[in-house]
């Protein structure tokens, strides 16, 4: 009897604590952290790695893994879809227009992968090394840390549509952004804490032209521009040519993972017309940014529950999906 009552007051400490449980219930069963520990204990460490010695040869790589991360789960799910090459079966999501000459960092995930097959062959998923580099990348930079529910299988299958259609575009409007992120179960909140990635990385001169300039050619397209923080810009982004040309997201603190992406905001130097709206468009996003513009630790905290929220969109467990060789192509 009294062995029965201490595992009930287990079991109801446990179901207390649950809440703060970073696990995902998904349709084939559980991610939760320690899914490695005994298959492939060294696996995190592995990972930690290589993703520290390719930010250490480029600051940039932080950013465009953790990108990848927001890539792959907003179509199909978190399966490491977008990691797929072009196949006779498959047209790669890579080929999409979010991708096409800028998703990157596909090579660090190669190196990754790699060294996990040396370790545990034919163990460790593409989609949690995304998962898991996105975390590494993070916390490098500055930012918060997380413990990664894991335990995600990698898709036989790719969708090139999916990437087109589901991705949040630079020039899509407010509600067309928020539809994207309500269509993978994310809330508003989850959209400003996690546009908040781009306290990092770079963006090319296309992506926000149409900032710059009127359909003429001259004057100021955009009002919720700083007009001198736009004649900067316009240096070089001209009006046609140099569209692979690379600004700071952040051009405040560009490799270190804070809230200034906030600010600027605040003082009309979003970079992108998708970050700016955040402010000029809703009311609930604008209270969001100004929260997270005052409160770097209120930020970091909101950051890592959507991430982890994100990471749980639709993973392929259990006996579906495969765990692949390369990451770049189906097993055979």
């Not at 592995?46 to 893994?65: D, G, N, P, T």
Request: aromatic residues 8%; positive net charge; contains cysteine.
């Amino acid at each position: 009897m009294a062995n029965s009552m201490n595992f009930l007051t287990l079991l109801v400490s446990f179901l207390s604590l649950a809440p703060y449980c970073f696990c995902g219930r998904t349709n084939g069963g559980y991610l939760y952290p320690q899914f490695y520990d005994h298959s492939c204990p060294k696996a995190q460490e592995i990972v930690k790695s290589v993703v520290a010695k390719a930010v250490a040869r480029e600051a940039r790589m932080a950013a465009s893994l953790l990108r990848l991360s927001f890539h792959d789960c907003f179509v199909q799910g978190c399966d490491a879809s977008l990691l797929l090459d072009s196949s006779g079966t498959i047209n790669s999501e890579k080929r999409s227009n979010p991708n096409r000459n800028s998703a990157r960092g596909f090579e660090v995930l190669d190196e990754i992968k790699s060294a996990l097959e040396k370790e545990c062959p034919h163990t460790v998923s593409c989609a949690d090394i995304l998962a898991l580099a996105a975390r590494d990348s993070t916390v490098l930079t500055g930012g918060p840390s997380w413990e990664v529910p894991l335990g995600r299988r990698d898709s036989r299958g790719a969708s090139l549509s999916g990437s087109n259609n589901n991705i949040p575009a630079p020039n899509n409007t407010f509600q067309t952004i928020l539809t994207k992120f309500k269509r993978q179960g994310l809330d508003i909140v989850d959209l400003v804490a996690l546009s908040g990635s781009h306290t990092i990385g770079n963006s090319r001169c296309t992506s926000f032209r149409q900032r710059l300039y009127n359909q003429s050619g001259n004057g100021i397209a955009d009002f919720t521009l700083d007009q001198s923080y736009a004649s900067k810009l316009r240096t070089n982004c001209p009006r046609s040519g140099g569209d692979q040309n690379l600004f700071f997201l952040d051009f405040v603190s560009p490799t270190k993972f804070d809230n200034n992406y906030f600010k600027n905001l605040l003082s009309s130097k979003g970079l992108l017309n998708s970050d700016q709206v955040l402010l000029t468009k809703n009311g609930v996003s604008a209270q969001l940014v100004k929260k997270y513009a005052e409160n770097n630790e209120l930020f970091f905290e909101q950051f890592a529950k959507s991430m982890v929220k994100m990471g749980n969109i639709s993973p392929l467990t259990g006996s579906r999906g495969e765990i692949r060789k390369n990451c770049r192509k189906i097993n055979s």
